[in-house]
């Protein structure tokens, strides 16, 4: 899964990409220092790009006037940068879901707004993706340029607990900077702050070997603050429980309550039997700790047996019906599909 390459970039001109659409999408949150900035590297990255490509910038509820910079650089630049605004801050992974659901391209592309990630990386990226017939690729910051104590270290122990719980060998999760064909990162959603874990889900709908990592370039942040926070490493431990579960018995929760209430009732009705064995031999047992435990053990075991009933109906309702947003958008047109891209389409 890992790629031990050397750091060799791929020239935008190169016409030995495969043809196809791109889109790069990115979510911001109060970065008005930096709008105007990342649609300049972008532009600047893919300028000469030798496939039609298009920019869906996300303002997360933004409230320092990056929506206003945003939507009017964009339009100075051209019809290909698209700047999108959700009602309100719905968080980084609710902004992306957002971005994809809006992106027209055969392969979407999606990265940090501070431009912390580099755009010169995402020819190089897609490259690979399309020649190596990948669903994903993802960046791995090799040179990472944060601080070691507030950011360096929870990212490494965060992305050992995930590898651990995940089962795939990513050394940087954590990097936005990815590549995945379309098609494949439609199949899954994006709720909470999963979009950490986006190569962890994506395994329920590929084969890890169709995903691939390569170091990319890292820059410390020169305007700004993060907006995200050292926060999310606590949530990360919670969203790792859910990972563990969807990953697991996302398809048949019955099997996991069933096996934990089969264990509890199994355990409740030996206690049980005993305890009968001893009354029939006289014993007095109602005033024994033991007779509760076996009882709440009992009713617990029902309880998660019943559990599992529940949770198998969900989950036929959650795939046979339709799939709600985590985000609500500020009515924007939408291109047709031959139309605001940069370059020939």
């Known amino acids: ?7 060799v970039l791929v020239d935008a001109s190169d016409h030995r990409i495969p043809a196809h659409r791109l889109s790069v999408v990115v979510p911001m949150y109060n970065e008005v220092e930096l709008a105007a900035d990342l649609i300049d590297a972008v532009q600047a990255a893919l ?7 298009e920019l869906v910038i996300v303002d997360d509820g933004s409230t320092d006037g990056t929506w206003f910079r945003l939507s009017q650089h964009a339009a100075e630049v051209g019809p290909h940068i698209r700047a999108l605004r959700l009602q309100r801050n719905f968080r980084q992974t609710a902004a992306m879901q957002a971005g994809i659901d809006c992106a027209r391209g055969d392969v979407i592309v999606t990265m940090d707004g501070d431009l912390q990630n580099d755009p010169r990386d995402i020819p190089m990226l897609v490259e690979y993706l399309l020649r190596e017939d990948k669903d994903i690729v993802a960046g791995w910051r090799q040179n990472r340029q944060d601080g070691f104590f507030l950011r360096k270290i929870p990212s490494f122990i965060a992305n050992g607990l995930i590898r651990k719980v995940s089962g795939l060998n990513f050394k940087d999760l954590g990097c936005s900077l990815k590549a995945f064909r379309a098609p494949v990162l439609r199949k899954i959603r994006l709720y909470g702050e999963m979009h950490r874990f986006i190569p962890a889900w994506l395994s329920t709908v590929t084969s890890p070997d169709r995903m691939a990592e390569l170091p990319v370039r890292h820059h410390a942040r020169t305007k700004g603050q993060s907006k995200y ?4 490493t606590l949530r990360v431990i919670v969203d790792l429980l859910s990972i563990h579960y969807f990953l697991r018995f996302g398809t048949r929760p019955g099997h996991f309550f069933g096996g934990i209430g089969l264990t509890v009732l199994s355990l409740g009705v030996g206690i049980l039997s005993y305890l009968m064995v001893l009354k029939f031999m006289g014993e007095s047992i109602g005033t024994r700790p033991l007779m509760f435990v076996g009882f709440f053990c009992v009713l617990g075991g029902l309880q998660f047996l019943t559990t599992g009933v529940l949770a198998e109906l969900l989950m036929r309702t959650y795939y046979e019906g339709g799939k709600a947003q985590a985000y609500h958008l500020v009515d924007a047109p939408t291109p047709q599909h031959n139309e ?6």
């Open 340 to 345: 605001g891209w940069h370059g020939r389409v």
């Open 47 to 53: 300028a000469d790009y030798p496939w039609p490509w």
């Open 1 to 7: 899964m890992n790629i031990n390459t050397s750091h």
């Open 229 to 232: 926070g050292i926060s999310r």
